[in-house]
């Protein structure tokens, strides 16, 4: 089947419900009309700018629709057939214009009245109309009156009205229905085969194979076969199917989930009914692909993929809602409590199973994700991974980092040692103080990585990613970026369907986008949808007030990782048994953050740092302002390298002469006196400091 073809039942489809025209802006009514003009005068190019500045302008869906429906199929079918750029833009203005036209509604007496009138319709033309308007109307939200016919073996022609009207919803009836295949009644399963058949999506596959195999009815299972066949998933195992469908899923792919599919509700068939449960939309592909995933583990029990699956969508669930949280979402705390529940699978799937997540993570630079699962690594496996040490090499430094930190836990829980790139990689990261994240969505490699290369010299941390549907769920679990760059070239949807993604998404809260063209006359039509454009590397200095603005938020993000970098280097260095040469200088730097991560870079320093660290001890131990616990941990970290036999020079010695006497806690000046007792010091200068720290206790 060609591109065009997959196509047109949507463009007849959104043809047929032209709505009445109403006013909208004419500015954007016009530019559409030019675009128009200049494709159908061949002037493809420059088309193709226009096509692009009308989404640039964020009509709403309900003026996409107009937009689209007051222009001729042929012209739509041409953008379909010259692809590339042309294709992306008309399915974009597809999406948006359905969505405009489907405004679903969840009006239980409004849906039990239009059924009443479709069974009780006198003849084919009015069911037709009275189900046009139920489609319409109320979508998916339709199946679960619907379904009760399927198994009524009674009355044959209430059955076949119900098919044809499933037909009728086509892809809107496609999730619900497969949960009907979960039926207790064999006869309602057939029916429902037949019509998933009838439907042909291709998301039905592999529950049809699933049951072609194994139904207790020979009838099921011959009428699942004949259906997956017309769904296409002929000569295919299921279980290889479900596996297929939970990455794609994952990933957002458009075969499987475009605007216009996302949904408010996940069905599942309970007690005999089809029910749905609300479902925030940051974590409606997660839940589609961990059932995708969960299916192909009842169907090959022994299959690491699944069970990798299961575990990333968990962790990827867990981390989206948690953000959402974090964003002030308060209605989805109970889902972020039951999140947590569904955690559980993901230790319990195992080191194998997680690894092999982890590795999808690298591979698809999904270092949010890949992060999360390095993190539950590092609480069970008990060898370096394969994974962690791609993870280590994956150029993302919070991935990179995040995996350190669990080959240093692995390491001092097996009593083993860790190569040296691991402690560089802890010791970057406790030293590490990111105030300043940005993330470029952009196709056009070549300008991205001229725009992280500046940015980087600028001691900006820069991700690219390539592709615009998962720019959307990486940085959806990443809130409290500093700038989003979002280039006007990606391989699989428009900038304008990032743009408005990002910013209807609760978890991103404020966080400005730029847009990465040299069109002037785009960047223009996006208006106040961003805040400004650039053409290529030049000019990003501009961004360094955005920065300052938020400075707070991203150093929180960046001490968490680095907090975990400095404990676990404490590990290694309570172990004893890695070489730490290649983090001390970093960790006398990480001495002056904050003391989550000071403290612990401190008690690494007390078992392996040498005296080249000692001025940034004697910072923290004369430092007013640190607490009481930073400058305890100093002073034994001196003590103990002068207990090795340290040479820490006269300023260390006069800085502990100046603890001892000043007004500092007794715990601080006692941490010092020990300091001073493993100092060799000669017997003049250590006669000189007992008899400064003399006291008489007697009676006045």
């Known amino acids: 089947m060609s591109r065009v073809s997959r196509h047109l039942g949507l463009v007849l489809a959104l043809a047929v419900f032209a709505a009445p025209q109403r006013a909208m802006a004419q500015d954007v009514k016009e530019l559409f009309d030019q675009a128009k003009d200049l494709l159908e005068r061949g002037q493809k190019e420059e088309a193709l700018r226009a096509f692009e500045r009308v989404l640039a302008a964020d009509p709403s869906n309900d003026d996409a629709f107009q937009l689209f429906t007051s222009t001729e199929n042929e012209l739509v ?57 139920i489609r319409a109307n109320h979508g998916e939200y339709a199946v679960p009156a619907l379904v009760a ?78 259906a997956a066949e017309l769904c296409g998933a002929k000569g295919r195992a299921a279980a290889d199917m479900f596996l297929l469908h939970g990455d794609l899923y994952h990933r957002r792919d458009l075969s499987v989930l475009r605007d216009i599919d996302y949904s408010d509700v996940i069905w599942s068939w309970t007690d005999g009914e089809l029910v749905s449960k609300d479902v925030p939309r940051a974590i409606y592909n997660n839940e589609l692909a961990k059932r995708c995933y969960y299916r192909a583990l009842s169907s090959r029990p022994d299959s690491l993929d699944a069970l990798a699956g299961i575990a990333r969508e968990s962790v990827d669930i867990h981390g989206k809602l948690e953000s959402l949280v974090a964003a002030g979402n308060d209605d989805v705390e109970p889902l972020l409590a039951l999140a947590g529940e569904g955690t559980l699978a993901v230790a319990a799937a195992g080191t194998d199973a997680l690894d092999r997540a982890l590795m999808w993570s690298v591979q698809s630079d999904d270092t949010a994700t890949g992060g999360r699962i390095a993190r539950v690594l590092a609480q069970i496996a008990t060898r370096p991974t394969q994974g962690l040490s791609a993870a280590l090499r994956s150029g993302s430094a919070g991935l990179a980092g995040e995996a350190a930190v669990a080959l240093a836990h692995i390491a001092a829980s097996t009593n083993a040692a860790v190569e040296p790139s691991v402690v560089t990689t802890l010791g970057e990261a406790a030293s590490r103080e990111i105030v300043r994240i940005v993330y470029v969505v952009d196709g056009n490699l070549e300008r991205a990585s001229a725009v992280v290369a500046a940015l980087s010299s600028q001691g900006v941390l820069a991700q690219h990613i390539a592709s615009g549907a998962l720019g959307i769920a990486t940085i959806a679990q990443l809130p409290g970026l500093d700038v989003v760059l979002v280039g006007d070239r990606l391989p699989d949807i428009t900038a304008d369907a990032v743009i408005r993604a990002l910013q209807e998404n609760l978890s991103f809260g404020e966080t400005p986008i730029y847009l990465l063209t040299a069109d002037e006359e785009l960047a223009g039509a996006f208006g106040d949808r961003v805040k400004g454009s650039f053409a290529d590397a030049a000019g990003l200095t501009a961004l360094d007030e955005v920065f300052e603005a938020n400075l707070e938020g991203d150093r929180a993000q960046a001490d968490a990782l680095a907090a975990n970098a400095a404990g676990a280097l404490a590990l290694l260095a309570q172990g004893g048994r890695s070489n730490l040469s290649g983090a001390l200088e970093a960790l006398g730097r990480a001495a002056a953050r904050r003391d989550g991560v000071a403290i612990p870079a401190l008690q690494a320093l007390a078992q392996a740092g040498d005296a080249s660290q000692a001025d940034a001890l004697v910072a923290v131990l004369n430092g007013d302002d640190r607490s009481d616990e930073a400058r305890i941990a100093a002073a034994n970290a001196l003590g103990a390298i002068a207990g090795r036999g340290g040479s820490l020079g006269e300023n260390v010695g006069e800085a502990l002469r100046g603890v001892l006497s000043s007004d500092a806690s007794l715990p601080v000046r006692q941490s010092a006196a020990r300091a001073v007792g493993r100092m060799g010091l000669g017997a003049t200068d250590r006669a000189s400091i007992v008899e400064s720290v003399r006291i008489n206790v007697n009676a006045q």
């Open 149 to 226: 016919p399927l198994a009524d073996e009674s009355d044959d022609d209430r059955r076949l009205h119900a098919m044809i009207a499933f037909r009728q919803l086509s892809s809107n009836a496609v999730l619900p229905l497969i949960e009907v295949l979960n039926s207790e009644n064999a006869f309602q399963r057939r029916n429902t085969a037949i019509v998933l058949g009838h439907i042909g999506d291709p998301r039905a596959g592999a529950m049809l194979l699933h049951l072609s195999t194994t139904d207790s009815d020979l009838m099921v299972q011959a009428e699942a076969l004949k």
């Open 77 to 133: 079918l041409q953008m379909l057939v010259e692809g590339g750029e042309f294709e992306k833009v008309a399915l974009r203005f597809m999406e948006r214009a359905r969505a405009g036209k489907r405004e679903l509604q969840r009006d239980e007496a409004a849906i039990s009245a239009a059924m009443d009138e479709f069974f009780g319709a006198s003849d084919a033309v009015q069911r037709r109309q009275v189900l046009n308007t």
